[in-house]
């Protein structure tokens, strides 16, 4: 069955910190993958996504993702957290044969100062 | 270019009720999707249309249903309500047969039934 998971559900880093987002996932053929950011009460933005090729991709605000086929995982990243990054991080693969995204529970991100 | 644009922001119906949400897709996109987010839960799909069909359904019992239109807007009906219809109800839409499923988001919808 294709399916997303995020093991963490609520991190939480110093302001400046870097930080490293798990995505793991399961899919019968090539995926593409996806990254989106949900601040509270708002719909979700597209942070970056995964076709083919470079399997580093960079995304906006800062953030990178890498695609690893051996370990089905698709880890976001980003060296220095800002205050302002403190929301809700899905990863998403697709598309499946109903041609939706599947996504995984979230993970939380909070932000000290 | 415009987003995806998604009326109402909120509202409130009585368990029983039904509703209607309305969703603009962003300019050049042809397929829409609707998804259910619950609190605390990743996006779970309803359906997408496709060319004013449904070509896919998660899911969701007959009470949800759709329509997409010429412009490629979009309206989800929900009759029958049930408290376990609040949520957050997204809309996405994405240009189909582009090949990157680049599907954006709208704000959402976020509905309470009491």
């Known amino acids: 069955a294709q399916s997303v998971t995020q093991p963490d559900i609520h991190i939480t880093v110093s302001e400046g910190a870097s930080l490293e987002l798990r995505c793991n996932y399961s899919?019968?053929?090539?995926?593409?993958l996806f990254w989106y950011v949900q601040s509270p009460g708002q719909g979700l933005q597209l942070l970056l996504k995964?076709?083919?090729?470079?399997?580093l991709v960079q995304g906006i605000k800062g953030f990178e993702a890498e695609f690893k086929r051996s370990q089905s995982s698709f880890n976001l990243r980003k060296p220095s957290v800002h205050w302002s990054d403190a929301a809700e991080y899905f990863c998403a693969v697709g598309p499946t044969s109903q041609g939706n995204l599947i996504f995984g529970k979230g993970t939380k991100l909070s932000v000290k100062p | 270019e415009t987003g995806v644009t998604q009326s109402p922001t909120h509202l409130i119906k009585t368990r029983g009720q039904q509703v209607t949400l309305r969703c603009s897709s962003q300019s050049g996109h042809n397929t829409v999707s609707w998804y259910q987010q619950a609190l605390g839960q990743g996006p779970q799909f309803i359906f997408q249309?496709?060319?004013?069909?449904?070509?896919g359904r998660g899911n969701f019992p007959p009470r949800f249903s759709g329509l997409q239109f010429p412009n490629y807007s979009s309206e989800l009906n929900v009759n029958a309500l049930e408290l376990d219809d609040s949520a957050l109800y997204l809309c996405?839409?994405?240009?189909f047969g582009q090949g990157d499923y680049g599907y954006t988001f709208g704000s959402g919808t976020r509905l309470t039934v009491v």
């Open positions: 249309y496709y060319r004013e069909e449904e070509n």
């Open positions: 995964y076709f083919s090729g470079d399997t």
């Open positions: 996405a839409s994405t240009q």
């Open positions: 899919y019968g053929a090539t995926p593409y």
